[in-house]
């Protein structure tokens, strides 16, 4: 983890700002404004891309996705100019928690995959291009979505240590953790060989 150089009140304030940040449910926000409804009441009601998509409709499920990775990716950046290393840290592990936890959802979101994404390439570039190449490579083999983000949580922190990133490996093992924690039932379905591929309802 990055040395603390932040004062308290600086780290809960980026904190609060990650959180809020990574809560803005633009799966629902989409949803509503282009007319496909409740996503709550679609497919598995997860307000997350994988979920638009069952709408039919794939541009909607696109900027869902650019979207939830922009605003981790922006909670990271602003933390990292305006405080430092540490708040940009902490935003970003808010962040995550506030896309899975919505206040304004009860607490009921997405599973972050695309949030996950966003701040790993705002954090270290090249540490979040080798996870979307991964999301990506296992996404086109087993055309599972559940399946890729997975894996690209697992390879997240070997990238981290590989590409010499060593600061972020404890943030890192968190997010994975979380990631794996948001995609139980996934992967009790992967077992059971239920879990529905890209595209299916």
């Not at 983000?149 to 010499?164: E, K, R």
């Not at 943030?171 to 953790?177: A, D």
Request: aromatic share 8%.
């Amino acid at each position: 983890m990055p040395e603390i150089l932040s004062s308290i009140p600086i780290l809960v304030l980026w904190g609060a700002i990650g959180y809020l940040l990574g809560s803005i449910p633009f799966g629902m926000v989409l949803s509503r404004v282009m007319g496909l409804g409740d996503l709550r009441k679609v497919g598995s009601g997860n307000i997350g891309a994988t979920n638009v998509l069952r709408t039919g409709n794939k541009a909607a499920a696109a900027l869902t996705v650019l979207l939830d990775g922009a605003k981790g990716a922006v909670a990271v950046f602003l933390a990292r100019v305006l405080a430092g290393e540490d708040a940009a840290q902490l935003a970003a592990l808010t962040a995550f928690l506030g896309h899975c936890f919505p206040v304004w959802l009860g607490f009921r979101g997405g599973k972050g995959v695309a949030t996950f994404l966003g701040l790993m390439l705002a954090l270290a570039w090249p540490v979040g291009i080798a996870c979307c190449l991964t999301w990506l490579f296992a996404a086109v083999v087993t055309r599972i979505s559940s399946l890729a983000a997975i894996y690209a949580a697992a390879l997240s922190t070997i990238w981290i240590v590989l590409l010499g990133y060593k600061d972020m490996l404890l943030l890192g093992s968190v997010l994975t953790v979380l990631l794996f924690v948001r995609h139980w039932a996934n992967i009790k379905r992967l077992r059971q060989g239920t879990e529905p591929k890209i595209g299916q309802s």
